[in-house]
């Protein structure tokens, strides 16, 4: 497998549909639907592709601000 964009889905057999959250040589890191985040060796492991990485950039969720106590 090579190295995958952030954003795309994949299909693996035992953890199901996930997204890529990062990749690089050696590890990629998949978020996914039903079993939370996974990290992988990049070189070793197999998925299948299913869907390509948003156009723009991927949108990421804001946190909270914390509130400054007086």
Do not use: C
């Not at 990049?42 to 969720?61: C, Q, V």
Request: cysteine-free; charged content about 35%; overall charge positive.
């Amino acid at each position: 497998m090579n190295i995958l964009s952030e954003g795309q889905t994949i299909r693996h057999d035992q953890y199901g549909i996930g997204r890529v959250t990062e990749s690089n040589v050696e590890r990629t890191t998949i978020d996914f639907d039903d079993h939370g985040v996974k990290k992988f060796i990049t070189s070793i492991w197999s998925a299948e592709l299913i869907g390509e990485a948003p156009a723009g950039r991927p949108m990421r969720r804001r946190g909270r601000r914390k509130i400054a106590k007086k």
